[in-house]
């Protein structure tokens, strides 16, 4: 039965059935999907339950679920490893767990705890509604059928006849006033959508192999951009990486999962073709364990192929030190002369020390400095930074000491160099590019490419990944905003 007819009925506005009718369907899709929705809050941010929960389903898993549950959910395995440690640690200190309580019911409870939690429930509305379009019936290229335009045109002028602006009425329901103009010119939406299958399309089989490699114990923790390059040294083609990130976002399969939250001119640029060119370093803090104490992280990067060439690990900071960490980094390049080496940093005090600088002269290194209170003029340290520090195996309590922070830093700092693919320098480890092996590297990959072009032409519109090596390394270049690393 039409609404208008159903409004002839029962007697009630035609306007008031159909704005029923749109709020139930709109209903019944948050019902729908409310067990899809990923966790809207911060993974630090999780209760012990709902921690405790993750931990026990993901405990009778294979290897394959469970790379399915933790892409999912949006859990890197360094994280749930965590977990489950806090939550054995918790076990054994604690005299109140039932032995009798079976790991499903205390799922089951947990469940409906964090169901309570949420706000979802028959009757309950959201704590945290889902996003949704500008205005209740709005949103550039929606359709709306003949009966509900007329129903909004109808709504408007009612409006318009109060007193209402059309411009505001037409806001309230996220419609603009050349949309409803549109209509009286236009009545009827000749709109159709494509009635066609790509011919390129991912076949079943493809994606299942697609979706199966994401989430494989050892690709479950890496973004497609990672995956892509690390096929390719395999010699292996499945997709581009925008189609991993389509097929995993259709699968719900894709989340965020970091730890992070969200001038006129530049200084002197600085060009690198080659390592030992251009080098930036910083010090960074590193939380202890004790609450306003910190450690303090120097370390030295080369600009252009991003290998850590130096690091140490202090309770101070100090011009001293700073000056013994680039004597060090001299000796260990034993075959390099470090003379026209240019050593970017910001302006703190150790960076501009007097023994700092006299070292540097002594060497023959040229220092650089960025401007007072700029951290983008030093962005290729900050961004190694970043990486250190909101990797899922950094220990968020803190370090206990100097000597664990230099023990955690040691297996970084070997991750880093030999495992990292580096999107600022093609997705290679940057001890590879640092000895020139990226360039056998990036050959093989442009190889399994045409490979896969030359197996289905019909995927590719134009050419396929270039795979090209990055020559030169701008250090804040002239006439840009940003600089990128």
Not at 83 to 95: D, F, P, V, Y
Not at 226 to 242: F, H, K, M
Not at 258 to 279: F, K, L, M
Not at 420 to 429: D, F, K, N, P, T
Request: hydrophobic fraction near 35%; charged fraction near 25%.
């Amino acid at each position: 039965m039409s609404a208008q007819a159903l409004s002839k009925e029962s007697g009630l506005a035609q306007a008031t059935l159909s704005r029923w009718l749109k709020e139930a369907s709109t209903l019944k899709k948050k019902m729908d999907h409310k067990d899809e929705k990923p966790p809207s809050r911060q993974m630090q941010d999780w209760t012990p339950e709902e921690k405790l929960a993750v931990v026990l389903e993901a405990a009778s898993l294979s290897n394959g679920e469970l790379g399915v549950f933790l892409r999912s959910k949006g859990i890197p395995s360094a994280l749930l490893d965590e977990w489950r440690e806090q939550a054995l640690t918790g076990l054994r200190g604690s005299q109140q767990v039932a032995a009798t309580v079976t790991g499903s019911k205390r799922i089951k409870e947990l469940e409906r705890g964090a169901a309570k939690r949420q706000g979802v429930g028959r009757g309950c509305r959201p704590r945290h509604p889902e996003k949704k379009s500008p205005g209740n019936l709005g949103g550039r290229g929606r359709r709306h059928g003949p009966e509900e335009r007329r129903v909004i045109q109808m709504l408007i002028e009612e409006a318009v006849a109060t007193g209402c602006r059309l411009a505001a009425a037409c806001a309230v329901l996220g419609l603009t006033a050349r949309t409803l103009q549109r209509w009286v010119s236009r009545p009827v939406d000749s709109r159709r959508g494509p009635n066609h299958v790509p011919a390129n399309k991912l076949t079943n089989s493809e994606r299942r192999k697609l979706v199966e490699v994401a989430t494989s114990p050892e690709y479950r923790d890496c973004s497609p951009k990672q995956i892509v390059p690390l096929l390719a040294d395999r010699g292996t083609y499945l997709a581009s990486e925008s189609t991993f990130y389509r097929v995993l976002h259709d699968e719900n399969l894709q989340h965020r999962r970091s730890r992070a939250r969200a001038p006129a001119h530049r200084p002197r640029e600085h060009i690198a073709e080659g390592p030992w060119q251009v080098a930036s370093w910083d010090i960074t803090y590193l939380r202890s364990q004790i609450r306003g104490q910190f450690f303090y992280l120097y370390l030295v990067e080369d600009v252009w192929s991003r290998k850590i060439l130096g690091w140490d690990v202090h309770e101070v900071e100090s011009s001293d030190l700073a000056a013994a960490l680039v004597e060090r980094i001299r000796i260990d390049a034993v075959d390099e002369d470090l003379a026209g080496w240019v050593l970017h940093s910001d302006n703190g005090g150790p960076m501009k020390g007097a023994t700092m600088l006299a070292t540097l002269q002594r060497l023959g290194v040229v220092p650089s400095f960025s401007r007072p209170r700029v951290s983008d003029d030093n962005p290729f340290a900050e961004s190694l930074f970043r990486t250190l520090k909101y990797c899922p195996e950094y220990p968020a309590a803190g370090f206990a000491s100097v000597d664990q922070a230099r023990v955690w830093l040691t297996r970084f700092v070997s991750w880093y160099n030999t495992e990292h693919q580096h999107s600022g320098i093609g997705y290679v480890a940057p001890a590879d590019r640092h000895a020139g092996n990226d360039v056998a590297i990036l050959a093989a990959r442009r190889a399994v490419y045409a490979k896969a072009q030359r197996r289905h032409p019909e995927r590719w519109s134009r050419t396929t990944r270039s795979w090209d090596r990055p020559l030169t390394v701008t250090l804040n270049p002239e006439g840009h905003s940003k600089t990128c690393n």
